[in-house]
């Protein structure tokens, strides 16, 4: 299954051919590695500073074409098309059953051939401008936005939204585009997945060859942001006539000098073990009325702004922080059995792999790792080799300070 994964350099791009015999659907993604974060660049030794919310405008308007309708294209043969944009990436796909090779030379085409002028861009601001209002109206979109203005000071990129302000979307222009466009959609810069019942390998491979047109390598590149945050407030509270608090707890991690898949692994498993729904603390919060179900944790990494997030729903956020430090501490100080590392990992290592089972979760996840510079095999390989001493020492690099944002 994993093992069957195929990892090929095409004249540059790195494809991923994933064969799953006797499954109907059929999916491809191109991710390229620039994503909302990525606003400070340097081009040709010149530092540009460019609009929040430039990666996300950009992924919209590579939909226009000149003379014809993509989406009235993708309809035609069968396909669905979309796109999204993150923290670190933006991504470009399509599933389908019937017609592959139609729907994938026109992706390819896609994101080979953009047009932009200043009549498009600018009406493009306004369909923007209503999603981004759309999200200022949603309540966990808006708490994990105001928990990462706590955590992190304002000029830092992940303080952002992905989509920018309406003030930031108003500085775009085609120049801007064009000019993102070129040096950071390229074939040294983006992968190809493809996954389902596909056997052709070769076939796939001469479709990269003969329409993708993207620069070779690029040319700019990321300027990494040095957090300077000190001196702010630990809390945020927003009113949005919600009857209960909506809340996400943040935690820095200060860890450093690790490879990215092993940092993460260790500290997902050490959050599961400590705080999943199989742990002494969920049930006792639990009991407590402290939490319900909709209780959560993840560890994020975006561009080396690594943290602990908790989040759902309570009418004492605040208890629950003071419960999060007591049992990090406990732990710190007795160490973890272990059968509690021993069936945790178990548990991860089963659910990474049922996640084979989805041509969704199989495309997403590699193009989610891809963009953080690793690909499944590698993150697989430290799931199985991960040991109790990696999950314990990740517990030294929990931030003492914590952040509560809260909706309500």
């Not at 990494?224 to 001196?231: A, Q, S, T, V």
């Not at 999950?391 to 309500?408: G, M, P, Q, R, T």
Request: glycine share 6%.
């Amino acid at each position: 299954m994993i093992d069957n994964i195929i990892y090929e350099n095409i004249n540059g791009t790195t494809l991923a051919f994933i064969p799953k015999k006797n499954y109907i659907e059929k999916q491809v993604m191109i991710c390229f590695k620039y994503g909302s974060t990525h606003n400070n660049i340097v081009i040709d030794n010149n530092n540009i500073s460019l609009p929040a919310g430039i990666a996300h405008f950009l992924e919209h308007k590579m939909f226009e074409k000149k003379d014809y309708n993509i989406f009235d294209t993708f309809n035609k043969l069968g396909g669905n098309v979309n796109a999204y944009t993150n923290f670190l990436s933006t991504t470009y796909y399509f599933n389908c059953v019937d017609n592959f090779y139609d729907n994938f030379k026109e992706l390819l085409n896609l994101v080979s051939n953009p047009h932009f002028t200043k009549e498009n861009v600018e009406k493009e601001k306004g369909i923007i401008e209503q999603e981004i209002k759309m999200y200022d109206d949603d309540p966990y979109w808006r708490v994990f936005f105001n928990l990462m203005n706590l955590m992190y000071d304002e000029n830092n990129p992940i303080t952002k939204d992905i989509a920018g302000s309406v003030e930031d979307i108003k500085k775009i222009n085609e120049d801007m585009l064009y000019e993102c466009y070129n040096n950071f959609y390229t074939k040294d810069n983006c992968i190809i997945i493809c996954c389902g019942d596909i056997d052709d390998k070769i076939k796939v491979e001469n479709y990269i060859l003969k329409n993708l047109d993207l620069n070779n390598k690029k040319t700019g590149f990321i300027q990494k942001y040095e957090d300077k945050c000190g001196g702010k407030s630990n809390y945020v509270e927003k009113k949005m006539g919600i009857n209960q608090k909506i809340f996400n707890i943040g935690f820095k991690n200060v860890e450093k000098n690790v490879t990215i898949f092993d940092k993460m692994v260790s500290n997902k498993i050490v959050l599961d073990i400590i705080f999943g729904k199989s742990s002494l603390f969920y049930e006792k919060l639990y009991k407590k009325g402290l939490i319900d179900n909709n209780f959560g944790f993840d560890f994020n990494n975006f561009n080396d702004n690594s943290s602990y997030i908790f989040s759902g729903i309570s009418k004492e956020p605040k208890e629950i922080i003071k419960y999060i430090n007591q049992e990090i501490e406990l732990f710190k100080n007795k160490g973890i059995e272990s059968k509690d590392f021993n069936r945790i990992k178990n548990k991860h290592i089963g659910g990474f792999i049922r996640k084979f089972n989805i041509i969704d979760n199989i495309v997403s996840m590699e193009a989610d790792f891809f963009s953080n510079g690793f690909n499944i095999k590698e993150y697989y390989k430290s799931i199985q080799n991960i040991s109790l001493e990696n999950v314990e020492k990740a517990l030294s690099y929990f931030e003492d300070n914590s952040y509560l944002s809260v909706i309500n």
